[in-house]
Every structure is written in C-alpha cells, then in structure tokens.
C-alpha cells in the first residue's frame, strides 16, 4: 500500500470547485513533482490534503490511514507538513519562536533538542535566533520554512513553489535540501514547482493538472521527455 | 491657574481612562483573532457591574470593605468571560462558519447586545431590595472604600482601577510572550492557516481570546461601577462609542494599542473635557462677558472628535504612525 493515497479527490474553496477526480499515490522515499499551468489546482491539491481548503468529495489516505476530515492541526500531529508559497514564516515573530511554534505539538521537553537538531542541518540560524523573521531574505525565509517543517520530523513533506521568486543559487539551495530529504532521511514528498524542468529533474514520479484535471501521471523522466505535453503546458519546448 | 482640575477629578478621570484602556484592548484582541467588531463587549462589561451590585446587596450590604476588590474582579472576570465564550461559540462562530460577512457578524453582536441589555436588566429587577430598597438607578459609590492621599480624599477604585489595568496588561504581556498558547495566539494572530499547519487548534486560540476579551470587559465594569452614577445596564450604550473610539484610535488591529487609545480618549473625555469646561466658564467667558454653560455632557464630543483627526492625519491610528521616525528625529535635534 503507498504512504499515500489521493482517491478521487473534488475540492475546491466554499462554492468554487477546483479540483477535478485527482488520483495519484506517494511513496516514502519518493518525490512526486506536481506541474501545471497557473490557475490548474496545483496549489488546492496540498491545500486539500492538508485540510485547509474545501474537500467535496474523495478520500484522503495517510498512512493506512483515511484522514480526510481531519482538521489540519491534528494533521500536523499526525505527520504531515506543508511549507505555503507565501506567508510561510511568521514575520512578527523571531526565528527561535518561529521553530518553537513550529514545535507546537512536540511534547515541552523534546523542543530543545529538536531545535538544536534543525539547527545543525540549517547552520546560518543560530545567529539569527532573536532576529524577526521579516529581516531575512527570500531565501532565507524558504529554509526557514523547511527548518520549521522538520521540527516535527514529519513522514509526509510538501511544498508549495519552493523556488518561487528565489535567486538562482537560493532555489538550487532550497532544492538541494528537498533532495537531502528524500535521499538521506527517506521522507515522502510532493514538490508543486513552478519551474517544470528543475522540478521534473529532481523528481521521482509526475503529475501534470489542467484545468483541475489530471492531464498525465507517470514518472518524471517520461513527462520531461514527452514533447507535446512539455510544449503545450510547461514551456518546455526545445 | 485656578481652572486646573482637582486631585479627585484627575484621578477619577484616570480611572475611567483605564477602564476604556481595559475595554479597548479586550475589544481589539476579538477583532484581530475573529475579525469581529463586538458591539455587545461594553455591556459584557456591564456584566461586572452586575457582580459588583449583586455583591453590595447581598455580601457587603453592611458597608465599604477592601475585599470586594478582590471579590468583585475576579467573579466578574469569570462569569464576563464564559459569556463571551458562550456568545462566540453558540451564535458567533456558527454564524461565521456559514459564510456570514464582517458586517452580518457585527449586526449580530448587536442583536446579543440588545439580548444581554433585557437580560440583566430582569435580573438586576429579580434581585432587588433585599438589603437595599431599589437596586436599579443605584449609586454604588457609597459602597467604595475612602482613602486620604495627599490632602484629598479618594474613592478606593480610583487606585485600583489604573493598579489593575496595569496589572493585567503585564500578566497578558507575559502571556502572550512567555507561554506557548500565548506564542501560539500572536502566531494565529499574524497568520491563521500558517498557525493550524504548525499543529495550533486555532478555534482554541480564538475561544480563548474571547474569554480573555470578555474578562478585561468585566474587570473594567465591575470596578467602573462605582464612579458610574446610577449602575444600569443601558449605560454600555454609551460606553460602547468611547471604547470603539479608543479602538480606532489605537489601531483597530492592534491589542496593546487599543490599550493605550482608550487611555487616551478617557483622558479626553473626562480630563479634557473638564479642563475645557473650567477654562470656559472660570477664565474666559467671565473676562468676555459670554454666558456660561457647562461642557461636562459634551465629553463624546472629545472622543469621537478625535477619532475623526486620528482617522484623517492617521488611518491605520497610533499603531500604524511611523514612531520610530519621529524619534529618531527628536534625537538629532538634541
């Protein structure tokens, strides 16, 4: 049985129905790579998942387990985590505060230790414990953001645009750590990335959403290789 | 300077600015979590005059005690509390959770409003003249300790009151900094989803800012009560635009500055107000020969005219001016 397993999945936001019968599964150790033209549901999809957008219909399997009508808080307990495109990072908070609200569910006496572990994998924050998170970069942020998500050594990891706006050299960071995730420590993750060609490098299996609905599935190296596809929606036409 | 206000005046009128400072800020922090504008939050307040005049009928009928200084902000505290919990999670956020708009939900703290007003007022009728003859249109203020300090005499809860709303912003501070819910409250305060991704029940935190809120309101009530001249619960009608016009002159959005707004306009209100009152009719419309008349029931005047000027040189209020600007600015000319 996969890690997890997306069933005929209709969600959307209130009345505006976005998602479309989407079905795909993740496996531990596994980077699944969602790719889409803007507006096709990329986003809705870990939204839904994680409990923060509308599920009309489907199933939400987690680990054996049907957790569709979880709450996200209890989501987050659980083993999942999700890094948002923007406002990933509360900025009114310091960076300490920021990896100990991230800590929120750990039980009081396992935060520090978690903290001094995230601080070892993500060096440059120690200077900046008492710093407001608003004062780091774009890049920085990013990290930030995957800092706070190992917090809860989490199974399942996704990523909303992780690159999105990033300089060069701060996106091949942030991927770097994605692929450190999945090679080093086995976790599952779903990558929605803006830029298809760095995102279907990296990735595992694919999944291509038009419109909300699944246009192909399969694995990265075939959706990176299928012309048609790659010229029609995710500019890569060469 | 003979117009200069007494002791007693000013410190009355620093009283009742801690109160509004106490209903302000309790009145912002529902707002920032909820995003609600609680039009019933003065007479939650009132909920505390309630406790207080329940306590002089039937606990401190005998005469002014220091223990209902006590006695009377802490129930009051509770009971406002687990009403506004009650109004939140029965009416407010069923409300809320079937798409019902800012302004639906704000008509509908009105509705509460009206509700809770009939409310204690039955009650206030039900537990009449046990000890004393007529407990609606009573004046408490007899029931109020007298302290002398320096050459004047006081009412107790003209002390009390800025003691207590220093007190409790300090205890909320610490709250909000130095404990995880409270962490995790200013977190769900900057970003909801954010917070329930990281594992925050945020329907706890708003539950809780409800309670906190309804709390501040009856501390605020139960020891305004005694300056107030006949406890009514009507009387929230008119407190309500003051403590508003504290809100937004702090900053709706912003909890500590909702503090300091309504600190303000009740210094306005009650200070300005007399200090214009005694300039007119002892120094200026004698030496011009104009008639005198008194400005005391003007005070609203003073809040809401300020709302007005805030709003026009500052619309996000105090919170949104650039403070550090001016200082900076201070500094170089020193």
Redesign the interface.
Same mark, same amino acid.
């Given at each position: 049985m996969a890690f997890l397993e997306v069933k005929s999945l209709n969600a959307g936001y209130?009345r505006f129905h976005i998602l479309f019968d989407v079905d795909f599964t993740v496996n531990m150790g596994e980077i699944l790579v969602v790719v889409g033209p803007n507006g096709s549901g990329k986003s809705t999809t870990l939204k839904a998942i %994680?409990g923060?957008s509308t599920v009309y219909s489907g199933q939400i399997i987690f680990d054996g387990e049907d957790i569709t009508k979880l709450?996200?808080?209890i989501k987050?307990?659980i083993g999942l985590?999700?890094l948002?495109q923007t406002?990933?990072? %509360?900025?009114?908070?310091n960076v300490e505060?920021n990896l $100990?609200?991230?800590g929120?569910?750990l039980p009081?006496e396992d935060v520090e230790d978690r903290m001094q572990e995230v601080l070892e994998i993500f060096e440059f924050l120690k200077a900046k414990l008492k710093d407001k998170a608003r004062t780091l970069s774009g890049g920085q942020r990013q990290l930030l953001g995957m800092a706070?998500m190992l917090m $809860?050594k989490p199974d399942l990891l996704m990523f909303d645009e992780p690159t999105a706006g990033l300089s060069p050299k701060a996106a091949r960071d942030v991927i770097d750590k994605i692929i450190w995730l999945r090679d080093e420590l086995g976790k599952a993750v779903i990558l929605v990335e803006q830029n298809a060609k760095l995102g279907l490098e990296v990735g595992d299996n694919a999944l291509l959403l038009v419109s909300g609905r699944i246009s192909f599935k399969g694995t990265a190296r075939e959706l990176l290789e299928n012309k048609d596809l790659g010229k029609l929606y995710l500019g890569l036409a060469k | 300077m003979g117009f200069l206000p007494n002791g007693t005046f000013v410190m009355a009128s620093i009283a009742y600015a801690s109160a509004l400072g106490l209903l302000s800020m309790g009145l912002s922090l529902t707002f920032v979590t909820t995003r609600i504008a609680n039009f019933a939050h003065a007479t939650i307040g009132m909920i505390g005059a309630f406790v207080l005049t329940l306590l002089v009928d039937r606990v401190y009928y005998t005469g002014p005690s220091y223990q209902i200084f006590i006695t009377a902000p802490v129930l009051s505290f509770l009971l406002a509390g687990a009403f506004a919990v009650f109004m939140y999670i029965v009416i407010m956020k069923p409300l809320a959770d079937r !798409?019902n708009g800012v302004t639906e939900l704000m008509i509908a703290t009105f509705a509460v409003d009206i509700i809770l007003i009939n409310i204690l007022s039955y009650l206030l009728n039900a537990i009449r003249g046990v000890h004393i003859p007529k407990l609606i249109g009573l004046n408490v203020s007899s029931w109020d300790a007298r302290i002398h300090c320096c050459g004047v005499i006081l009412q107790a809860s003209y002390i009390v009151l800025p003691i207590a709303a220093i007190l409790l912003t300090l205890a909320f501070h610490f709250f909000l900094t130095k404990t995880?819910f409270g962490? #995790?409250m200013? #977190?769900t305060i900057? @970003?909801p989803?954010? #917070?329930?991704?990281? !594992?925050? @029940?945020?329907n706890m935190v708003y539950t809780v800012s409800w309670f906190i809120s309804g709390g501040l309101a009856g501390v605020a009530g139960s020891l305004l009560a005694f300056s107030l001249k006949d406890t009514s619960p009507n009387d929230s009608a008119l407190i309500i635009v003051s403590v508003f016009a504290g809100s937004i002159v702090g900053g709706l959005s912003h909890v500590y500055w909702g503090l300091i707004g309504g600190f303000i306009v009740g210094l306005m209100e009650k200070l300005g107000t007399g200090l214009l009152d005694n300039f007119y009719n002892q120094l200026l419309a004698p030496a011009l020969g104009w008639t005198s008349f008194s400005m005391i029931n003007y005070e609203k005047l003073m809040s809401l005219g300020l709302v007005v000027v805030i709003l026009l040189f500052a619309p996000e209020g105090l919170a949104g001016v650039d403070w550090g600007k001016y200082l900076r600015k201070i500094k170089r000319r020193w």
């Open positions: 209130g %994680f923060i709450p996200a808080h987050a307990k985590a999700y948002p406002s990933n990072v %509360f900025t009114e908070l505060e $100990r609200m991230a929120y569910t009081p706070m $809860r | !798409g995880k962490v #995790a200013r #977190a900057e @970003n989803d954010l #917070a329930e991704v990281m !594992g925050v @029940n945020t």
